[in-house]
């Protein structure tokens, strides 16, 4: 079955320095990886995904994540954090082959930006 | 930019009424998903719809729950009769095609009193 951990429920940075929020998945075949974001009150939003093309996947906002299957890990990083990068962060795998399926989320990392 | 839409934003209700939770997919999406979130707790998946019948649901799912395309556009989710425990965040989602990227609306609030 496919999981994700999420190492860290809260990470604290100030302005302008680097982000790394904490994933580590589990899965049975080559997955589908995300990571969606949430603002307070909003939606899910999606931040990037990998599907097995580059291992480095930019996104949004400056985000990127590095799959590395060596380590079955999928961390998300920013060289800069903003104030509007506070939020919380789902690192998500698709719990089937072809993506049509599940998605399963994992626990969360609320990240706070301080001034 | 096209976006999953949800109605209504927040709901309220008394313990043992039905509600309809309403979706409006992204018009060339054929996958549709329901997803809850409980306060405090991770997005937790609750049924998959593709080609008018349920593809998969979760534990969660019971004979308390349906799900509905009534029309082409609207994806519903009904709670027959509702417990304390439904109080939770309902998120839908549609996905264009099994090699695409599921779009989740922006949740209703669901509070059972």
């Known amino acids: 079955a496919q999981s994700v951990t999420q190492l860290d429920s809260h990470v604290s940075v100030s302005e302008g320095t680097p982000v790394l929020l904490r994933c580590n998945y589990s899965s049975s075949y080559s997955p589908s990886l995300f990571w969606y974001v949430q603002h307070p009150n909003k939606g899910l939003q999606l931040l990037l995904k990998y599907t097995s093309a580059a291992t480095l996947v930019k996104g949004i906002n400056g985000f990127e994540a590095e799959f590395k299957k060596s380590e079955t890990s999928f961390h998300l990083t920013k060289p800069s954090a903003h104030m509007s990068d506070a939020a919380e962060y789902f690192c998500?795998?698709?719990?089937?082959?072809?993506?049509?399926?599940?998605?399963?989320f994992g626990q969360g990392t609320e990240l706070s930006v301080k001034p | 930019e096209p976006e999953v839409t949800q109605t209504p934003s927040h709901q309220v209700t008394q313990m043992g009424q039905e509600v309809i939770l309403r979706c409006v997919p992204i018009s060339n999406h054929l996958y549709f998903y329901w997803y809850r979130q409980i306060l405090g707790q991770k997005v937790e998946f609750l049924v998959s719809f593709y080609n008018n019948e349920i593809s998969e649901k979760s534990e969660i799912f019971d004979d308390q729950f349906s799900v509905e395309r009534p029309d082409g556009s609207n994806f519903t989710l009904k709670i027959r009769s509702t417990k304390l425990e439904d109080s939770a965040m309902y998120f839908c989602a549609s996905l264009q095609g099994i090699q695409e990227t599921q779009y989740f609306g922006p949740g209703t609030r669901l509070l059972v009193l």
């Open positions: 998500v795998v698709s719990a089937t082959y072809n993506q049509g399926g599940k998605l399963i």
